[in-house]
């Protein structure tokens, strides 16, 4: 895509001092430039060459290591959304989950605290914005994302039926939903706004476990 006048960098922009970086760590200034820019001017406002300037290289700095901006886009999201672990679940060190409670919680809180990351927030509302721009690159994008929540839920119910706190019983469609109020908190946070909300967050945690535990409780239980 062609960049306009609009979106050309200022000099104020371009003044960061040019600097030897390892490709790995000069990556990830690019990306973390390509946050600002994409969550500030989303996707068709954004240039590579306002990466660049705010990444403090030059337009071909960042075509040593991304041939577009459509590849900036989806490594940027990539990084944010979908780390190199995964996002599966897994118990802390101090966590005992000897009870359906506990796991719940354990299981609630990694959920949570993943999406009260302000970085994952702004790409949810940048794929929420720009769904209608970009359709293809947004649908690809949910998929991956529900994808991610499948395993990851996945693994907390296998878990817990290893440990036999969970009914064996449970379906994929169970895998899917599991999350289901997460979401749909996400989703008014993102619109409406913390200050907002028609339903505090201690309520919809709690609300959110009382569902998981009256559906996945054993039924010997």
Same mark, same amino acid.
């Given at each position: 895509?062609?960049?306009?006048?609009?979106?050309?960098?200022?000099?104020?922009?371009?003044?960061?001092?040019?600097?030897?970086?390892?490709?790995?760590?000069?990556?990830?200034?690019?990306?973390?430039?390509?946050?600002?820019?994409?969550?500030?001017?989303?996707?068709?406002?954004?240039?590579?060459?306002?990466?660049?300037?705010?990444?403090?290289?030059?337009?071909?700095?960042?075509?040593?290591? =991304?041939?577009?901006?459509?590849?900036? @886009? %989806?490594?940027?999201?990539?990084?944010? *959304?979908?780390? +190199? &672990?995964?996002?599966?679940?897994?118990?802390?060190?101090?966590?005992?989950?000897?009870?359906?409670?506990?796991?719940?919680?354990?299981?609630?809180?990694?959920?949570?605290?993943?999406?009260?990351?302000?970085?994952?927030?702004?790409?949810?509302?940048?794929?929420?914005?720009?769904?209608?721009?970009?359709?293809?690159?947004?649908?690809?994008?949910?998929?991956?994302?529900?994808?991610?929540? =499948?395993?990851?839920?996945?693994?907390? @119910? %296998?878990?817990?039926?290893?440990?036999? *706190?969970?009914? +064996? &019983?449970?379906?994929?469609?169970?895998?899917?939903?599991?999350?289901?109020?997460?979401?749909?908190?996400?989703?008014?946070?993102?619109?409406?706004?913390?200050?907002?909300?028609?339903?505090?967050?201690?309520?919809?945690?709690?609300?959110?476990?009382?569902?998981?535990?009256?559906?996945?409780?054993?039924?010997?239980?």
């Amino acid at each position: 895509m062609t960049d306009t006048h609009q979106n050309k960098p200022s000099k104020n922009e371009s003044t960061n001092k040019r600097r030897y970086l390892p490709s790995a760590e000069r990556k990830r200034e690019i990306l973390k430039a390509a946050f600002e820019e994409f969550s500030h001017r989303g996707f068709l406002g954004t240039s590579l060459e306002r990466i660049a300037a705010r990444a403090g290289i030059s337009k071909s700095g960042i075509y040593a290591h =991304y041939s577009s901006k459509d590849e900036v @886009f %989806e490594d940027m999201l990539h990084s944010t *959304l979908l780390p +190199p &672990d995964g996002n599966t679940f897994e118990l802390s060190d101090t966590s005992e989950a000897d009870t359906l409670s506990c796991i719940v919680d354990e299981y609630l809180h990694q959920l949570y605290e993943r999406l009260s990351n302000p970085d994952v927030q702004a790409m949810f509302r940048l794929l929420m914005t720009e769904s209608g721009r970009v359709p293809d690159l947004a649908h690809y994008w949910g998929k991956q994302l529900l994808s991610q929540n =499948y395993t990851a839920n996945q693994a907390f @119910f %296998e878990l817990g039926i290893q440990r036999g *706190l969970i009914r +064996p &019983d449970v379906s994929p469609s169970d895998y899917i939903l599991a999350a289901s109020p997460s979401l749909m908190w996400l989703m008014v946070l993102l619109v409406l706004g913390p200050q907002n909300s028609p339903v505090p967050f201690e309520e919809v945690h709690q609300l959110h476990k009382r569902l998981l535990i009256e559906c996945l409780q054993p039924a010997s239980a």
